[in-house]
């Protein structure tokens, strides 16, 4: 990475949705292209028919490997050369399909280092599979590939929050019996690195959202905050990091308390991408964050309605790539201050004052 501009691995996403659309008029900014050298995982065919329909002009040097990429340059690696057939606006086991093997092929190329980074292009959740191997979702894709006990920690990050979640996608009467103290620790604490070293946020301060809407005004003993998040927080407290709460999800997003912390831990996915998407508006970025590989996507899916109609806004992809670029730097720079304690970037200091000031009864917010 030294010797050379970041190298970002784009995968197509699903073949009839929007993801060449995006890439696209992404690249048409000639300022992208001193940012990074991007790298198209696809199919150059495919590519070629998009660029038709969409009447835009965008060129591309076709690569057989990362290896060959040009600076300054929209490069397209071959993933596959076989024909297939292109039914813009409609999923289909072929579009799916090539989603996978995109991205497949964009893994390898960054765990051997030709790569520093991916951003996924949008799939389809329900056709998202090779075979009868149903992946529906790309960390779930990632985690299968690069196998081992590591689990991948989904965010959604935008402009004014940074926001991780304990459970994965799950029916809500599930997650009562999925959430563990052992979980949660986990969770906050892969978050913790994550805001550390992905971020470069010293000493990050993270909310813990409860599990029930009234938890702050009853003392149930059986409650989900009282047997297992309170124990949880006290334990990360006792490690050395800042972690607060729990906080109920209506006023700490009513009251604007999310504006004091560097990152949010909700429970389930619905307790905290409705209120992400309605204060943050602008669409942010997906993150497959506590993995090896750095991985990004745009907070949007395939959007099949607007696939081949020129009506699709890339800003979402522009920050996906964005993101990518830093947090492969960031993670290179401090797992470099890692190796050397004399160049260490980051000195923590525990306040305690801290943990007055985020009370869980306290509901004055910090002023910025």
Same mark, same amino acid.
């Given at each position: 990475?030294?010797?050379?501009?970041?190298?970002?691995?784009?995968?197509?996403?699903?073949?009839?949705?929007?993801?060449?659309?995006?890439?696209?008029?992404?690249?048409?900014?000639?300022?992208?292209?001193?940012?990074?050298?991007?790298?198209?995982?696809?199919?150059?065919?495919?590519?070629?028919?998009?660029?038709?329909?969409?009447?835009?002009?965008?060129?591309?040097? *076709?690569?057989?490997?990362? %290896? @060959?990429?040009? +600076?300054?340059?929209?490069?397209? =690696?071959?993933?596959?050369? /076989? &024909?297939?057939?292109?039914? *813009?606006?409609?999923?289909? %086991? @072929?579009?799916? +399909?090539?989603?996978?093997?995109? =991205?497949?092929?964009?893994? /390898? &190329?960054?765990?051997?280092?030709?790569?520093?980074?991916?951003?996924?292009?949008?799939?389809?959740?329900?056709?998202?599979?090779?075979?009868?191997?149903?992946?529906?979702?790309?960390?779930?894709?990632?985690?299968?590939?690069?196998?081992?006990?590591?689990?991948?920690?989904?965010?959604?990050?935008?402009?004014?929050?940074?926001?991780?979640?304990?459970?994965?996608?799950?029916?809500?009467?599930?997650?009562?019996?999925?959430?563990?103290?052992?979980?949660?620790?986990?969770?906050?604490?892969?978050?913790?690195?994550?805001?550390?070293?992905?971020?470069?946020?010293?000493?990050?301060?993270?909310?813990?959202?409860?599990?029930?809407?009234?938890?702050?005004?009853?003392?149930?003993?059986?409650?989900?905050?009282?047997?297992?998040?309170?124990?949880?927080?006290?334990?990360?407290?006792?490690?050395?990091?800042?972690?607060?709460?729990?906080?109920?999800?209506?006023?700490?997003?009513?009251?604007?308390?999310?504006?004091?912390?560097?990152?949010?831990?909700?429970?389930?996915?619905?307790?905290?991408?409705?209120?992400?998407?309605?204060?943050?508006?602008?669409?942010?970025?997906?993150?497959?964050?506590?993995?090896?590989?750095?991985?990004?996507?745009?907070?949007?899916?395939?959007?099949?309605?607007?696939?081949?109609?020129?009506?699709?806004?890339?800003?979402?992809?522009?920050?996906?790539?964005?993101?990518?670029?830093?947090?492969?730097?960031?993670?290179?720079?401090?797992?470099?201050?890692?190796?050397?304690?004399?160049?260490?970037?980051?000195?923590?200091?525990?306040?305690?004052?801290?943990?007055?000031?985020?009370?869980?009864?306290?509901?004055?917010?910090?002023?910025?």
């Amino acid at each position: 990475m030294e010797d050379r501009k970041i190298r970002i691995a784009i995968t197509h996403g699903d073949t009839n949705g929007i993801g060449y659309e995006m890439i696209f008029k992404t690249f048409a900014e000639p300022e992208m292209l001193e940012l990074c050298t991007p790298i198209i995982y696809g199919s150059p065919k495919v590519a070629a028919y998009h660029r038709n329909v969409l009447d835009l002009q965008a060129n591309f040097t *076709i690569i057989n490997n990362a %290896e @060959e990429a040009c +600076e300054r340059r929209l490069n397209l =690696l071959t993933v596959f050369e /076989d &024909d297939m057939k292109v039914d *813009i606006g409609r999923p289909t %086991e @072929e579009s799916g +399909e090539a989603a996978v093997k995109a =991205l497949e092929k964009a893994i /390898d &190329d960054c765990q051997n280092g030709h790569v520093d980074a991916i951003v996924g292009a949008p799939v389809c959740d329900s056709n998202f599979k090779v075979g009868k191997t149903m992946y529906g979702e790309q960390t779930y894709f990632l985690e299968k590939k690069l196998g081992g006990d590591a689990k991948a920690l989904r965010m959604i990050v935008g402009k004014k929050m940074r926001m991780a979640f304990v459970t994965t996608e799950m029916p809500l009467k599930d997650v009562a019996e999925a959430i563990t103290q052992e979980l949660v620790e986990e969770k906050a604490a892969a978050l913790h690195e994550t805001l550390l070293r992905d971020f470069r946020i010293t000493n990050p301060r993270i909310a813990v959202l409860a599990m029930n809407p009234a938890s702050a005004n009853g003392n149930d003993e059986n409650m989900e905050e009282t047997t297992i998040l309170k124990p949880a927080i006290e334990k990360l407290e006792k490690e050395g990091r800042q972690v607060f709460g729990p906080y109920v999800a209506e006023e700490f997003f009513g009251e604007a308390q999310y504006t004091a912390f560097d990152g949010i831990l909700a429970m389930y996915k619905d307790q905290g991408v409705i209120p992400y998407r309605t204060i943050e508006q602008e669409n942010g970025l997906k993150m497959s964050a506590a993995m090896p590989v750095v991985m990004t996507m745009p907070d949007m899916g395939p959007e099949f309605r607007k696939a081949g109609k020129n009506e699709v806004d890339e800003q979402t992809m522009r920050y996906a790539i964005y993101s990518a670029i830093d947090i492969a730097r960031n993670r290179a720079t401090y797992d470099e201050a890692k190796k050397d304690p004399l160049k260490k970037l980051y000195h923590e200091k525990r306040d305690e004052s801290e943990k007055v000031r985020f009370n869980i009864q306290k509901k004055q917010v910090r002023e910025e």
